[in-house]
């Protein structure tokens, strides 16, 4: 038996919003098609699987905590939005985390999150953005957020010029997203969408 199934058999996932087991967000707490948002951020076209509350934040707060399950989750309902913002050809760009929370969490939650959205969609992720540095987001405020900056180096041949969809867990402010997009596109990227698990009510205010 691989080490996988048997640790699915040992440890079952559980949805993070209800505890029933099966998923880590079962049907009936994921959110459907109606929920979805779209939006902009700096220009940016964005998709979110809907605003950050309810099951999503509890999934998103359980993805955080190390939950490989509701990453696989998480990761099957963006590839309906891999869909709707990708071209073949394209290629899905991680957000990557902090080495810290990573080590912390046993994986990069974005890197998952495009590993099984491709996956599902046929769209191949591509690591094309590397952490070089700075803090994490979570828990700044929004004027520590829009100054942080100077986060990210990208890696050119990774995209092989192909257009670049991001992924992320989150979007907040904006100022990751962003910074990413233009560190790719600097790079000779062009960057056609970000695709998030959730929208935070901070990101709808800060709209233009």
């Given at each position: 038996m691989r080490l996988e199934s048997l640790l699915d058999a040992l440890f079952p996932a559980v949805c993070a919003a209800c505890d029933r087991t099966g998923s880590g967000l079962c049907e009936r707490c994921r959110p459907g098609p109606e929920a979805r948002e779209r939006f902009a951020l700096g220009g940016l076209p964005c998709l979110a699987l809907g605003r950050y509350d309810g099951a999503l934040l509890q999934a998103v707060l359980a993805l955080k905590a190390g939950r490989r399950d509701v990453a696989a989750a998480l990761g099957e309902l963006l590839a309906g939005l891999v869909a709707e913002a990708?071209?073949?050809g394209d290629a899905l760009v991680p957000v990557p985390t902090t080495a810290p929370r990573r080590r912390?969490?046993?994986f990069?939650?974005?890197v998952l999150l495009a590993a099984t959205a491709g996956r599902i969609a046929g769209v191949p992720p591509a690591a094309a953005l590397v952490r070089t540095g700075g803090p994490a987001q979570h828990g700044l405020g929004r004027a520590l957020r829009l100054a942080a900056a100077g986060r990210f180096r990208a890696e050119p041949a990774a995209l092989a010029g192909r257009r670049a969809v991001l992924v992320d867990d989150v979007?907040?402010?904006?100022?990751?997203?962003c910074e990413a997009a233009g560190v790719l596109e600097k790079a000779g990227a062009r960057v056609a969408a970000a695709i998030v698990?959730?929208?935070t009510h901070e990101a709808a205010r800060n709209q233009p």
């Open positions: 990708a071209l073949p912390a969490r046993g990069d939650q974005a979007a907040t402010t904006g100022a990751t997203l698990v959730a929208r």
